[in-house]
C-alpha cells in the first residue's frame, strides 16, 4: 500500500541555519505531495504542494522538491529564522486508495535557537 | 474568510463516558476528516465523509463513531472514553479529496481520567 516515511524526528538549528527535510514515499501511481506546518497551538496548514516530479514550490522562503527517481520529497530553507520553530508534516494524496486521503508523514518537529 | 471550527477546545472526560467532538465548516467542501495526532504517531485518521449522511472508516476506526448531518457539520463520538483515547483531534475539510489541500481546524485537546 502507499507509504510515507519521514525520518527526522526532531531538529534543532541555529538562526540563519540551514534547513533540509527529507520524506521517502512509496506508491505505484504519480502522486500529489504535501508539505504542512503546523504552529504550536495551531492546526496544520498547508505550506507547500509539488505535483509534478523534478519541479519545484517554494512559499515563505521554504523550498519543495520530488524526485520520482529516488521516490524521495525534501523540504529546505536557506535560512530559519525563529518563527520557523513548528512541526512540519510531509504527505502524500493516497493514489492508491481512491485518492480521497492523504497518507502522513510522522512530523519532524524543528527547535530554532536564536 | 473560509475555516473550520472545532469544538470544545479542550475537554476532560471520565473513562466509560460519552464524548462528542464537534466540527464546523464553512469552506462549502464535500469531504471532512478526523484525525488524532499522537506523539511520535503524526496524524491518523479516525472517519471522513465525503457526503452528508454518509461517513467511511479511516486507519483506526475502533472506539470511534462519526456523524455528518449536513455538509457543513462532522462530530466524532467516543461512546465509551478509554484512557488510550487521550490524544488531540483535528478535523479538516477538503474540496475534492486527496489531491486537494486540507483545511484544518485548531484541534480539540482531549484527556480522559
Known amino acids: 500500500g502507499d507509504s510515507v516515511i519521514q525520518m527526522q524526528g526532531q531538529v534543532t538549528l541555529s538562526e540563519n541555519d540551514f534547513l533540509f527535510i527529507n520524506c521517502t514515499y512509496s506508491?505505484?501511481?504519480?502522486?500529489?505531495l504535501f508539505w504542512y506546518v503546523q504552529y504550536s497551538g495551531e492546526g496544520p496548514q498547508l505550506l507547500l504542494q509539488?505535483?509534478?516530479?523534478?519541479n519545484k514550490g517554494s512559499s515563505r522562503g521554504f523550498e519543495a522538491t520530488y524526485d520520482k527517481g529516488t521516490t524521495s520529497f525534501h523540504l529546505q530553507k536557506t535560512s530559519v529564522q525563529e518563527i520557523d520553530s513548528a512541526v512540519y508534516y510531509c504527505?502524500?494524496?493516497?493514489?492508491?486508495?481512491?485518492?480521497?486521503?492523504?497518507?502522513f508523514g510522522a512530523g519532524t518537529r524543528l527547535k530554532v535557537i536564536a | 474568510e473560509a475555516a473550520v471550527t472545532q469544538s470544545p477546545r479542550s475537554k476532560v472526560a471520565v473513562t466509560g463516558g460519552k464524548v462528542t467532538l464537534s466540527c464546523h465548516q464553512t469552506?462549502?467542501?464535500?469531504?471532512m476528516y478526523w484525525y488524532r495526532q499522537d506523539t511520535g504517531h503524526g496524524l491518523r485518521l479516525i472517519h471522513y465523509?465525503?457526503?452528508?449522511?454518509?461517513?467511511e472508516k479511516g486507519d483506526i476506526p475502533d472506539g470511534y463513531k462519526a456523524s455528518r448531518p449536513s455538509q457543513e457539520n462532522f462530530s466524532l463520538i467516543l461512546e465509551l472514553a478509554s484512557l488510550s483515547q487521550t490524544a488531540v483531534y483535528f478535523c479538516?475539510?477538503?474540496?475534492?479529496?486527496?489531491?486537494?489541500?486540507?483545511?484544518f481546524g485548531s484541534g480539540t485537546r482531549l484527556l480522559v481520567i
Open positions: 479538516a475539510s477538503s474540496e475534492t479529496g486527496g489531491n486537494s489541500d486540507y483545511t
Open positions: 506508491t505505484t501511481g504519480y502522486p500529489t
Open positions: 509539488v505535483t509534478t516530479a523534478n
Open positions: 504527505a502524500m494524496s493516497g493514489v492508491n486508495t481512491g485518492n480521497y486521503k492523504y497518507v
Open positions: 469552506n462549502n467542501h464535500d469531504y
Open positions: 465523509s465525503y457526503v452528508a449522511d454518509s461517513t
